[in-house]
């Protein structure tokens, strides 16, 4: 399981995470832009239906689970499926952890994957159990679940990830209002991010920039900064991972410089915490490359939602 690819590679690559599920990218229904629930499962063919039983049990799980905790079964035109664990898995529920973070005002810490599931809806759905530690509350351990959507690229960014879920894991909720929640919830809505941060991606930053017409728009993060905020390295690892899929053989990464822009015309040291802000950071990798990176984060209004857009210059 790879993330930052184009169209063609990321199929290649969810076809042989998923493989051992017996998943052909051949089959799967035509793509659509986002699933908005659970009932949209379907087949094509009745010499291809699953067995009824089966399917039952599956599609219980997934209303009682919301996706998370689904048992193996055959899936002749797609569905949520296990795929395992492994480290590029981080990244992705570093971020939701994140999103989670900054919207409920938490310092939750990461600590483990413990479970992904996969589901092909123009890229992938990754739905992803992880452990956490709260040291707010004696460092006991918090069972956290986040949905992350790597999604198909549309603004010449390399990568572009959406926050679509991020919760503590509930107990059991109830079935019936699974469907509406996914559904009024879950969806991504890109009429409401500011169109100041659409459109295709930034250049890297102009010179004069910190000195020019628009210098208020700009903040270059203090070192004090850097260290208060360690979710800029979150950032920086994200983008490499969408040049080089092994990234961890690049890390630990080393941030050297991050300059915010935001359009709010708020305190300098406020931008980090803006919803909508340009990132652009330069650091240097484990195996001494030198690396620019422009990140937009984004934000639709809706709570554990996040975008992150990104482009990333790999140097020698």
Not at 39 to 47: E, F, G, R
Not at 216 to 229: A, G, I, P, T
């Amino acid at each position: 399981m790879e993330i930052g690819k184009m169209y063609d590679v990321m199929l290649d690559e969810a076809k042989l995470c998923l493989d051992e599920l017996k998943v052909e990218s051949s089959s799967a229904p035509p793509v659509k832009e986002e699933d908005s629930g659970y009932d949209d499962y379907y087949y094509d063919s009745a010499d291809d239906e699953m067995d009824p039983v089966e399917e039952a049990k599956y599609l219980q799980q997934v209303r009682d689970s919301d996706g998370f905790d689904v048992d193996f079964c055959y899936h002749p035109f797609g569905g949520i499926m296990p795929c395992g664990c492994n480290d590029s898995d981080t990244p992705l529920a570093k971020l939701g952890l994140h999103c989670y973070n900054i919207d409920k005002g938490t310092n939750l810490q990461f600590r483990a994957v413990k479970k992904v599931n996969a589901e092909a809806v123009s890229f992938v759905n990754y739905y992803i159990t992880l452990e956490a530690v709260d040291p707010d509350n004696n460092h006991s351990l918090v069972a956290f679940q986040t949905c992350v959507w790597d999604s198909a690229t549309e603004n010449k960014e390399r990568l572009r990830l959406i926050t679509k879920q991020c919760r503590i894991k509930p107990p059991q909720v109830p079935a019936a209002g699974i469907r509406e929640a996914r559904g009024s919830l879950w969806r991504w809505d890109p009429d409401a991010v500011d169109k100041f941060y659409t459109g295709v991606m930034p250049s890297w930053l102009q010179d004069d920039a910190l000195t020019g017409p628009n210098k208020l728009q700009f903040h270059e993060v203090k070192d004090s900064e850097l260290q208060d905020n360690e979710w800029l390295n979150l950032y920086a690892e994200i983008a490499l991972s969408s040049e080089r899929p092994d990234m961890e053989t690049y890390l630990p990464l080393k941030v050297k410089k991050v300059v915010v822009r935001t359009k709010e015309d708020v305190e300098p040291s406020m931008k980090l915490k803006s919803s909508n802000a340009i990132f652009y950071m330069t650091f240097k990798t484990h195996r001494g490359h030198e690396c620019k990176a422009i990140i937009r984060q984004t934000r639709d209004g809706i709570q554990g939602h996040m975008c992150l857009e990104v482009t990333c210059m790999l140097g020698k």
